[in-house]
T-cell receptor, first 115, second 115 residues
Framework: EPEVTQTPSHQVTQMGQEVILRCVPI?????FYWYRQILGQKVEFLVS????????KSEIFDDQFSVERPDGSNFTLKIRSTKLEDSAMYFC?????????????FGDGTRLSIL | AQSVTQPDIHITVSEGASLELRCNYS??????LFWYVQSPGQGLQLLLKYFSGDTLVQGIKGFEAEFKRSQSSFNLRKPSVHWSDAAEYFC?????????????FGDGTTLTVKP
């Protein structure tokens, strides 16, 4: 069964550095999402992306964050200047259609540790 | 705004016993409803989903959930728990009226299985 893949599985970065988290969504999916999960907390929505533009973003997704689909297969999340509080698990998800009855398929996540 | 409440932070059951994990949602109409399971350090695996129709839905790994509109609930059940079911369980909702609708997650319930 096709799956969403995320790289790297674990990223350690110094505070203030830029980081790019990479995702390869399922190939025929058109809608892409990023979520984060701070250790021990619930999964929180960051941003949704369709047709090469952001559909919705949360208040967490401030100017330090950006997303991009640089080619036909990758979907990236960039954090420009990382802060300690950015330490979390970041999940990418994709769905074939945008209606909620097309389930979002989640990757295994990238654990981001900011030192 | 949609919200999800999972009243039980932690549940412990004996192997072979039955299980019910509670989920209540707050939303103006009937949202799309999902249950996910997350093993430690892993991603989110979809257990089951409800969009419409039969209010009792069957999922993978022997799980089922029942949608009760009058109680705004979508409780997850399993008749006989296995040790491998120990994990974190998340209930989530999606607004069916929004294109590229985000998933809103509950805080999660940690399931411990006693031998």
């Amino acid at each position: 069964e096709p799956e969403v893949t995320q790289t790297p599985s674990h990223q350690v970065t110094q505070m203030g550095q830029e980081v790019i988290l990479r995702c390869v969504p399922i190939s025929n999916h058109l809608y892409f999402y990023w979520y984060r999960q701070i250790l021990g907390q619930k999964v929180e929505f960051l941003v949704s992306f369709y047709n090469n533009e952001i559909s919705e973003k949360s208040e967490i997704f401030d100017d330090q964050f950006s997303v991009e689909r640089p080619d036909g297969s990758n979907f990236t999340l960039k954090i420009r200047s990382t802060k300690l509080e950015d330490s979390a698990m970041y999940f990418c998800a994709s769905s074939r259609m945008g209606q909620g009855n097309q389930p979002q398929h989640f990757g295994d996540g990238t654990r981001l540790s900011i030192l | 705004a949609q919200s999800v409440t999972q009243p039980d932070i932690h549940i412990t059951v004996s192997e072979g016993a039955s299980l019910e994990l509670r989920c209540n949602y707050s939303y103006g109409a009937t949202p799309y409803l999902f249950w996910y399971v997350q093993s430690p350090g892993q991603g989110l695996q979809l257990l089951l989903k409800y969009f419409s129709g039969d209010t009792l839905v069957q999922g993978i790994k022997g799980f089922e959930a029942e949608f009760k509109r009058s109680q705004s609930s979508f409780n997850l059940r399993k008749p006989s728990v296995h040790w491998s079911d120990a994990a974190e369980y998340f209930c989530a909702v999606v607004n069916p009226s929004v294109n590229a609708g985000k998933s809103t997650f509950g805080d999660g319930t940690t399931l411990t299985v006693k031998p």
